[in-house]
């Protein structure tokens, strides 16, 4: 136990964001991880482009397209309908105008079958678009990121892959629950490809404790809100959860 202590006094607290949405935050929990998922990042770069594009009418190339499609067919079919209507003899049995009404009959539905045909190509269309929209906006926004945040990203990677060492402690914010989670780093860090938010990690023993975000020391939310996504915590912030473990002791 003393050497335990001894051990604390000298190891570093970090607090680790994982996630947004609880996914990996509860995988993390579950196989004895915490990871670290750089896609995070990136994502905020793209605020405003996705906003935009979800603003932006899904089908609006499509609807313009088709609005002068039909009002092409529309002048073409008033017109033949016109002439088709011209010099008939209503007193007879008006063969030629049951043939005239099947011929604009047929071409409805071969209109329909060209709408239908056009509608499946400007979704193609649309879609393309804004795949090339999305592409040029990481292109973008990847080549040249604000220098603030290049630097979090930066220090993030270096404390998660070098800085973090074994016995560590590790604060997980589990934002579905508005709690906290503290564990002890195992080892160093791993990278296992095709693991999905679990792939860049390192095995971490959790304690059973959870103390809710709102008892945590004062400004911790600060920390939530910060561009960083791996905090290193000193003075009385560390000894706060320094406190926590050794009066709760793994």
Same mark, same amino acid.
């Given at each position: ?8 006094? +000298?190891?570093? @607290? =970090?607090?680790?964001?994982? %996630? #947004? ?10 196989? %004895? #991880?915490? !990871?670290? /998922? ?11 482009? &996705? ?5 932006? *009418?899904? /089908?609006?190339?499509? #609807?313009?397209?088709?609005? /002068? ?19 008939? /003899? #209503? ?6 105008? @049951? ?6 009959? !047929?071409? &409805? ?13 400007? +979704? ?16 973008? +926004? &990847? !080549?040249?990121? *604000?220098?603030?945040? &290049?630097? !979090? =990203? ?11 060492? $074994? ?24 990278? +296992? ?12 023993? =959790? ?5 809710? $975000? ?20 000193? %003075? ?6 320094? %406190? ?7």
């Amino acid at each position: 136990m003393v050497r335990d202590m001894i051990r604390e006094h +000298r190891n570093n @607290v =970090w607090v680790i964001r994982t %996630g #947004y949405c609880g996914q990996q935050e509860a995988a993390c929990l579950e196989n %004895g #991880y915490v !990871s670290f /998922d750089l896609n995070l990042h990136i994502t905020d770069l793209f605020g405003k482009e &996705l906003l935009e594009m979800k603003n932006q *009418p899904q /089908d609006y190339k499509r #609807y313009l397209h088709f609005g /002068d499609k039909y009002r092409d067919f529309d002048q073409r079919f008033r017109k033949e309908f016109e002439d088709a209507l011209k010099n008939v /003899d #209503y007193s007879a049995d008006r063969p030629e105008v @049951v043939k005239k009404m099947k011929r604009l009959n !047929s071409k &409805l539905k071969q209109f329909d079958e060209e709408v239908k045909q056009f509608d499946a190509t400007m +979704r193609k269309f649309d879609d393309f678009e804004r795949l090339e929209q999305m592409k040029k906006a990481l292109v973008t +926004r &990847l !080549s040249s990121p *604000p220098i603030n945040l &290049l630097e !979090s =990203w930066a220090k993030d990677v270096l404390h998660f892959t070098n800085d973090i060492r $074994i016995y560590d402690l590790v604060v997980l914010p589990i934002m579905s629950e508005q709690k906290v989670a503290i564990g002890r780093v195992k080892d160093h860090y791993q990278y +296992r490809e095709g693991k999905g938010v679990l792939s860049h990690h390192r095995r971490v023993d =959790w304690h059973d404790t959870r103390v809710p $975000i709102e008892n945590m020391f004062f400004g911790f939310e600060k920390i939530l809100e910060s561009d960083s996504s791996i905090t290193l915590l000193d %003075g009385d912030e560390r000894e706060f959860v320094l %406190g926590i473990v050794i009066d709760d002791t793994f």
